[in-house]
């Protein structure tokens, strides 16, 4: 039970919020006043707060088996729902390419295919017994080197050393599983890389959270997620584990570090061959980690979990209670502890109930963020316990050797590889993408998307234009735009036309600015004018005024007055959008930027009352324009749209794609595309209809 004064606040910042909100809308109605105005960023975490509310309300009435049963149920099927089917198991075709004797272990390289011709890279630790032992999963956390990372060596030989096995695997994109090659070895896409961050082949293009989240991006258009083959790739480990015969296959445990212990929480929850386990440095609940450092890689976000109430507890209790350690770090500055010591103790609640306390721990150690000496010790003692069946003190270094005071760097030290990435090297030239036919996740999602092809265009050519319009408006998740209220800040004359500062107030206390140019003498038409980069991205506006035409070039939201504070700029920004978290907040809770820019833009339209409009929409605004144009054609004469991809498909397939995160709406290539968009658009307003791709 969360004690009274945590739930008091839990729910006292929603309101405070609301009332600062309405303080907000109070100050805009004087015209002396500068508005005070709340970022998209700000109304998505009070969204964000209200669902996660929710969800803990459900929680606190969970009461006897039958409810924590199907709590878990539940929210197991949700997940494997989310991160799209997993595919048909195939030979793994394993094989041992070479073996390294290290002192009290043996090492094992280690290479099979997870897919067909796709293959994993692995090193697999071994004790120095000839009985059969257990065996301990070791996903990676995002080191570049994958599998050769000092911290990840280090609890696989100690763990060898105590008479469990260890394999350790590259992830997708990690070590030497790197998706996107460049076969000149020239490293030409590394301008907006910070290169003090080495890439462990030449032919590396991409650091591997690059390239994760532009798989990412490409599986949400598929309604999946990167995550379903990171998965795959460790239940695949499994399955070799368990076809060794030095292997005890009912004793397997699975422990990782940052993105590590992503994949570690994700595999407990869904693999029932995990007996034990113990995510690290990555459990914390969704609201402390949006609260501070916001929504990490495409991978660590599912789809609609927020809305339909599934929190980073819920991976430790949907296979409760099998033994799990949770690790964290009292300095990590990525995932709060103070959101890990609150899984811990719902998870802790939810063992208690089924009568298992002792099977769920935390282990606090005071270090930053990483798989730090402390954690390895605890998770050795935790998994022999459970996968040996004996208690045992296990040291890496006895404490006796440790120096008078302890700093970062001695802990660091103790971290350092073992063997170099070389030394492990599992695949001929280092990389998989190398070997003769290998095929990549790009090539896989490729595949997926021209399937869905055939599938969604006998179906949409059937559809009526009003049917047409209906599956738009559930792919999307509209709903009706609530009222809004227009208000004119500003008001100044130039020669022949005159400016109108606008702000456009919503009932959620979001405000977008607008400027309307209106020509003196005749009007000859109206232009609704959004440009991606917000009202001062160039000088169209002024081109048409200057032409008798009345403009508003009005911005959307995430655009100009709600876009995040330059001091706000995260990981992404340079490849994946000014907002990208705000993006994957938004997502998380079942939304994307997209729908909410086209209830934007109808709400503009409102401006005009029964005019009928020129639609113009640029950039990061051509696809909800395109959208809005499809969805209300009787409110506009034309519509050019410009600078917007050709297609989604082209960019599941497509390895080198920029900003293209904002665009992505999850599961729209099972519906439609935009080449479908334009058609529908097209068939209501004949030749009206001008498109410019993006270059």
Not at 86 to 98: H, Y
Request: with cysteine.
């Amino acid at each position: 039970m969360k004690p009274r004064r945590s739930l008091f606040s839990n729910l006292l910042f929603p309101v405070l919020c609301l009332i600062n909100v309405a303080l907000h809308a109070a100050d805009n109605t004087s015209e002396h006043k500068t508005p005070s105005v709340a970022t998209l960023g700000d109304l998505l975490k009070m969204r964000f707060s209200t669902m996660t509310l929710a969800r803990n309300a459900a929680f606190e009435k969970l009461n006897g088996e039958a409810d924590l049963r199907r709590w878990q149920d539940e929210r197991r099927s949700f997940f494997r729902r989310q991160i799209g089917a997993f595919p048909e198991r195939t030979p793994l075709n394993a094989r041992v390419t070479g073996r390294l004797q290290g002192k009290g272990y043996r090492v094992e390289k280690v290479i099979f295919e997870s897919r067909p011709r796709h293959h994993v890279s692995a090193s697999l630790y071994l004790p120095e017994t000839s009985k059969p032992c257990p065996a301990i999963l070791i996903p990676c956390g995002h080191s570049h080197t994958g599998k050769a990372s000092g911290q990840y060596q280090r609890a696989a030989i100690l763990f060898a050393r105590n008479g469990m096995a260890a394999l350790c695997y590259d992830p997708v994109s990690q070590g030497e599983r790197y998706q996107v090659i460049d076969l000149d070895g020239g490293n030409s896409h590394f301008e907006d890389i910070p290169r003090k961050l080495a890439v462990p082949h030449p032919a590396v293009r991409h650091l591997c959270t690059t390239e994760h989240t532009l798989i990412g991006i490409g599986s949400i258009l598929l309604g999946e997620n990167i995550a379903q083959y990171r998965i795959w790739d460790g239940m695949r480990a499994i399955d070799y584990l368990q076809s060794r015969q030095d292997i005890q296959a009912d004793r397997i445990g699975c422990t990782g570090n940052s993105g590590g212990g992503t994949l570690t929480s994700y595999l407990m929850a869904l693999d029932n061959r995990i007996v034990a386990a113990s995510p690290g440095s990555y459990l914390t609940t969704l609201q402390k980690l949006v609260d501070t450092k916001g929504p990490q890689d495409a991978e660590q976000n599912i789809f609609s979990q927020v809305a339909f109430g599934m929190d980073a507890a819920d991976y430790v209790m949907m296979r409760a209670p099998i033994p799990i350690l949770i690790c964290t770090g009292t300095r990590d500055s990525t995932f709060d502890i103070r959101g890990t010591r609150e899984v811990f103790q719902q998870a802790n609640r939810f063992y208690s109930h089924l009568g298992f306390p002792e099977r769920v721990a935390l282990h606090e150690a005071n270090v930053p963020h990483g798989y730090y000496i402390q954690h390895r010790e605890a998770v050795a003692r935790w998994m022999h316990r459970w996968l040996v069946g004996q208690e045992k003190v296990i040291w890496e270094k006895p404490r006796s050797e440790w120096p008078a005071k302890v700093t970062d760097e001695f802990l660091r030290s103790l971290s350092e590889p073992v063997w170099t990435a070389e030394q492990l090297q599992c695949s001929p030239r280092g990389q998989v993408m190398l070997m003769d036919g290998e095929r990549s996740v790009f090539h896989m999602n490729t595949d997926k998307a021209t399937a869905l092809t055939k599938l969604r265009q006998e179906k949409w050519r059937a559809a009526s234009a009003n049917e047409k319009r209906h599956i738009i408006h559930q792919t999307l998740g509209m709903t009706e735009t609530g009222s809004v209220r227009f208000e004119t800040t500003r008001s100044v004359e130039q020669n022949g036309y005159s400016i109108n500062d606008i702000l456009m107030h919503r009932t959620d206390g979001i405000q977008l600015a607008a400027k309307s140019y209106v020509p003196k003498g005749e009007i000859t038409g109206h232009v609704l004018y959004l440009h991606g980069e917000g009202m001062a991205a160039d000088e169209v506006p002024i081109a048409l005024v200057k032409q008798s035409q009345q403009v508003l070039s009005a911005e959307l939201s995430g655009i100009g007055l709600t876009d995040v504070p330059h001091d706000k700029r995260t990981w992404g920004y340079g490849r994946f959008g000014l907002d990208n978290q705000e993006i994957f907040t938004a997502y998380l809770m079942g939304d994307s930027f997209v729908r909410m820019r086209i209830a934007d833009a109808l709400s503009w339209t409102r401006h005009f009352g029964d005019i009928k409009v020129e639609l113009i929409g640029v950039e990061e605004a051509a696809i909800p324009a395109l959208h809005v144009a499809a969805l209300a054609p009787e409110q506009f004469q034309r519509i050019r749209v410009e600078k917007m991809v050709r297609s989604w498909t082209e960019v599941v397939s497509e390895p080198e794609h920029y900003n293209q995160l904002v665009n992505a709406v999850h599961g729209v290539l099972k519906h439609y595309d935009l080449p479908d968009l334009v058609e529908l658009t097209k068939a209501n307003m004949s030749d009206s209809v001008d498109v410019n791709w993006r270059p």
